[in-house]
Protein backbone atom coordinates (compact mmCIF):
# COMPACT_ATOMS: atom_id res chain seq x y z
CA UNK A 1 0.00 0.00 0.00
CA UNK A 2 1.60 3.37 -1.02
CA UNK A 3 1.76 6.66 0.91
CA UNK A 4 -1.69 7.85 -0.78
CA UNK A 5 -3.79 4.82 0.48
CA UNK A 6 -2.13 4.98 4.07
CA UNK A 7 -3.09 8.94 4.08
CA UNK A 8 -6.76 8.24 2.74
CA UNK A 9 -7.18 5.62 5.37
CA UNK A 10 -5.54 7.62 8.32
CA UNK A 11 -8.20 10.23 7.49
CA UNK A 12 -10.76 8.28 7.01
CA UNK A 13 -10.01 6.93 10.55
CA UNK A 14 -10.00 9.87 12.28
CA UNK A 15 -13.53 11.28 10.80
CA UNK A 16 -14.74 7.71 11.59
CA UNK A 17 -13.70 7.85 14.97
CA UNK A 18 -15.34 11.83 15.69
CA UNK A 19 -18.60 10.38 14.14
CA UNK A 20 -18.33 7.55 16.92
CA UNK A 21 -18.35 10.15 19.17
CA UNK A 22 -21.11 12.71 18.09
CA UNK A 23 -23.05 9.24 17.86
CA UNK A 24 -21.79 8.98 22.11
CA UNK A 25 -23.24 12.18 22.96
CA UNK A 26 -26.83 12.39 21.46
CA UNK A 27 -27.36 9.21 23.12
CA UNK A 28 -27.71 11.03 26.32
CA UNK A 29 -29.91 13.52 24.56
CA UNK A 30 -33.43 12.85 23.02
CA UNK A 31 -32.32 13.02 19.51
CA UNK A 32 -32.62 10.03 17.07
CA UNK A 33 -33.19 11.88 13.75
CA UNK A 34 -31.49 14.15 11.35
CA UNK A 35 -28.10 13.94 13.67
CA UNK A 36 -25.26 15.48 11.85
CA UNK A 37 -22.13 13.12 11.03
CA UNK A 38 -18.88 14.15 8.89
CA UNK A 39 -17.71 12.82 6.07
CA UNK A 40 -15.62 10.06 6.50
CA UNK A 41 -13.60 10.83 2.84
CA UNK A 42 -10.07 10.99 2.92
CA UNK A 43 -9.77 14.71 1.27
CA UNK A 44 -8.04 16.85 3.85
CA UNK A 45 -9.86 19.65 3.15
CA UNK A 46 -13.37 18.41 2.92
CA UNK A 47 -15.77 19.09 6.36
CA UNK A 48 -19.16 18.67 5.08
CA UNK A 49 -21.60 17.84 7.72
CA UNK A 50 -24.30 14.93 6.55
CA UNK A 51 -27.24 14.51 8.39
CA UNK A 52 -29.13 11.10 8.80
CA UNK A 53 -30.81 9.28 11.62
CA UNK A 54 -28.92 7.33 14.20
CA UNK A 55 -30.52 3.84 13.00
CA UNK A 56 -28.60 5.06 9.74
CA UNK A 57 -25.73 5.52 10.84
CA UNK A 58 -25.70 2.24 12.93
CA UNK A 59 -25.99 0.38 9.51
CA UNK A 60 -22.74 1.47 8.12
CA UNK A 61 -20.89 1.07 11.76
CA UNK A 62 -21.90 -2.83 11.35
CA UNK A 63 -19.35 -3.30 8.83
CA UNK A 64 -15.77 -2.27 9.56
CA UNK A 65 -14.71 -1.22 6.24
CA UNK A 66 -17.91 0.99 5.10
CA UNK A 67 -17.44 4.58 5.70
CA UNK A 68 -20.20 7.40 5.37
CA UNK A 69 -19.25 9.97 2.54
CA UNK A 70 -20.74 12.82 0.57
CA UNK A 71 -21.89 12.24 -2.94
CA UNK A 72 -18.93 12.19 -5.12
CA UNK A 73 -16.52 11.85 -2.85
CA UNK A 74 -15.47 7.70 -3.19
CA UNK A 75 -12.16 6.77 -4.34
CA UNK A 76 -12.51 3.93 -6.89
CA UNK A 77 -9.11 2.81 -6.22
CA UNK A 78 -9.11 1.75 -2.62
CA UNK A 79 -13.06 1.69 -2.37
CA UNK A 80 -16.18 0.77 -3.80
CA UNK A 81 -19.85 2.33 -3.34
CA UNK A 82 -22.56 -0.04 -2.04
CA UNK A 83 -25.52 2.22 -1.44
CA UNK A 84 -26.23 5.34 -2.46
CA UNK A 85 -28.67 8.18 -0.88
CA UNK A 86 -29.92 11.39 -1.12
CA UNK A 87 -27.21 13.39 0.13
CA UNK A 88 -24.49 10.61 0.97
CA UNK A 89 -23.16 7.13 0.42
CA UNK A 90 -21.63 4.29 2.09
CA UNK A 91 -18.20 2.81 0.87
CA UNK A 92 -16.62 -0.56 1.46
CA UNK A 93 -12.93 -0.51 1.13
CA UNK A 94 -11.70 -3.37 -1.00
CA UNK A 95 -8.05 -5.02 -0.46
CA UNK A 96 -5.55 -4.29 1.88
CA UNK A 97 -7.63 -0.69 2.92
CA UNK A 98 -10.81 -2.93 3.80
CA UNK A 99 -8.17 -4.47 6.12
CA UNK A 100 -6.60 -1.67 7.41
CA UNK A 101 -10.19 -0.43 8.04
CA UNK A 102 -11.29 -3.78 9.71
CA UNK A 103 -8.36 -3.71 12.39
CA UNK A 104 -8.92 0.15 13.14
CA UNK A 105 -12.62 -0.40 13.91
CA UNK A 106 -13.67 1.19 17.30
CA UNK A 107 -15.93 -1.16 17.63
CA UNK A 108 -13.96 -4.74 16.99
Known amino acids: MGYREERL ?3 ETLFREVN ?3 EDVSRGHDVDDNLEFLCECG ?3 CL ?3 GLSRAAYEA ?3 HGD ?3 VALGHEEP ?3 RVVEVYARYQIVEK ?3 AGDIAEAADPRS
Request: glycine content about 4%.
Open 94 to 96: TGK
Open 66 to 68: RFL
Open 20 to 22: ERI
Open 77 to 79: DVE
Open 48 to 50: EAL
Open 9 to 11: ARN
Open 60 to 62: VRA
Open 43 to 45: RRE
